[in-house]
Structures are given as structure tokens and as C-alpha cells.
T-cell receptor, first 112, second 116 residues
Framework: NAGVTQTPKFQVLKTGQSMTLQCAQD?????MSWYRQDPGMGLRLIHYSVGAGITDQGEVPNGYNVSRSTTEDFPLRLLSAAPSQTSVYFC???????????FGNGTRLTVT | AQTVTQSQPEMSVQEAETVTLSCTYD???????LFWYKQPPSRQMILVIR??????QNATENRFSVNFQKAAKSFSLKISDSQLGDAAMYFCAYRSPIQGAQKLVFGQGTRLTINP
């Protein structure tokens, strides 16, 4: 069972570059989300989706775009990377009701 | 908006002893879910235990148990018989009962060290 798969595991970008963090889940979950983890601040919600074609902003959406064309995939795009976006990024998916979120293994992004 | 506070950035315990990690939260909702996640050095986020606010009974999972005080908005995690593999960051998280949107609000985390 693959669960939630994130790629890449590590990435280094220069300021101003763009990139897409990939996230795929094989559990047919309707809900998917992106978090960033910074030291001393826990995980903060960037964007989320409650189904294909539906996305919404979380707590820290600025500088990030998302789309949800299929149930399985929920990519996160950085259009013009900034040093403040250096962080560890987690994708998570969840089913209905009070079922727990399933997390990917994270992507460590460094912007120089 | 809901907030979650973990006031202990670091904790340490001797192997085989018991340790309690603190978590408080702020909400105006009467029904919600609370979680503890463990993050070992591998960076995986692992669900340790969860509690539904409408349940008065404290959740228990093997060596892990919670002390849920709804009126005090407190949700502490007790780890009994600590093992070296328990060393990790622990995050407390809150979730509203809104259907379909499993948005979690996390605390800042507590780094737990186990001394052999």
C-alpha cells in the first residue's frame, strides 16, 4: 500500500525559480491538503481540497498555488521561490468522518 | 480561530519511566477532535492517539493515554514505560467537526528525549 506519495524528498532552489511539489494518494480520499513545518511553529495549513475541482486557502497560502484535477493528485506550485519558503512540506489526505489524516514523508525545500 | 499551545519545547525521561506532555487549546466549538502525532527523525507523521470531544472516557492505545479535560481545554499525553523508540517530536492537533474539511491546527511541538 503506497498511501500518500510525495516527490521529491529534497529540493534546492534559487530565489525566483519555480517548481511543483507532487502529491499522490491511492486511498480514494476526497480530502487532500498541504502543510509546511517550520522550527518552533508546528505544521501550518497552506491549501486544501475537499474533492476534485475544489480548492481553498489555509492559514499561509501566499506564494503557493494548487489545483485538483483528479482525486488522486494534489500538486503544490511555487511560482517564484523566496528564502521564506525554505521549509519542510507535507501532503496529507483523509477519508470521511473522523478518520485520521494520512501524511506523506515530506519534502525538504531550501531556497537560496 | 482555534489555537493549540504546547508549552514544553523539550522534555526528557529515563527509559521505563512515565512522562506527560502538555497541550492546551482554545475553541468556541462544543464538538471537535483532538490528536497526538509522533514525528521521529525519519520525518514521518505517525498518529499516536485521538479523542472525540463528546466522549468523556479518555482514549488509550497500549502505553499511550490521554487526560482530556474539556472544561479546562487541556489534552495531555501520558507515555508509560518509556522506550528508546519513543524519542521524537510530538505534536498535539485540533480538528473541527466540519464535514469534508479535515483541517488540523497543530501545536508547536515537544521534543521528547529518552535517556537510557
Amino acid at each position: 500500500n503506497a498511501g500518500v506519495t510525495q516527490t521529491p524528498k529534497f529540493q534546492v532552489l534559487k530565489t525566483g525559480q519555480s517548481m511543483t511539489l507532487q502529491c499522490a494518494q491511492d486511498m480514494n480520499h476526497e480530502y487532500m491538503s498541504w502543510y509546511r513545518q517550520d522550527p518552533g511553529m508546528g505544521l501550518r495549513l497552506i491549501h486544501y481540497s475537499v474533492g476534485a475541482g475544489i480548492t481553498d486557502q489555509g492559514e499561509v497560502p501566499n506564494g503557493y498555488n494548487v489545483s485538483r484535477s483528479t482525486t488522486e493528485d494534489f500538486p503544490l506550485r511555487l511560482l517564484s521561490a523566496a528564502p521564506s519558503q525554505t521549509s519542510v512540506y507535507f501532503c496529507a489526505s483523509g477519508g470521511r468522518g473522523n478518520s485520521p489524516l494520512h501524511f506523506g514523508n515530506g519534502t525538504r525545500l531550501t531556497v537560496t | 480561530a482555534q489555537t493549540v499551545t504546547q508549552s514544553q519545547p523539550e522534555m526528557s525521561v529515563q527509559e521505563a519511566e512515565t512522562v506527560t506532555l502538555s497541550c492546551t487549546y482554545d475553541t468556541s466549538e462544543s464538538d471537535y477532535y483532538l490528536f497526538w502525532y509522533k514525528q521521529p527523525p525519519s520525518r514521518q507523521m505517525i498518529l499516536v492517539i485521538r479523542q472525540e470531544a463528546y466522549k468523556q472516557q479518555n482514549a488509550t492505545e497500549n502505553r499511550f493515554s490521554v487526560n482530556f479535560q474539556k472544561a479546562a481545554k487541556s489534552f495531555s499525553l501520558k507515555i508509560s514505560d518509556s522506550q528508546l523508540g519513543d524519542a521524537a517530536m510530538y505534536f498535539c492537533a485540533y480538528r473541527s467537526p466540519i464535514q469534508g474539511a479535515q483541517k488540523l491546527v497543530f501545536g508547536q511541538g515537544t521534543r521528547l528525549t529518552i535517556n537510557p
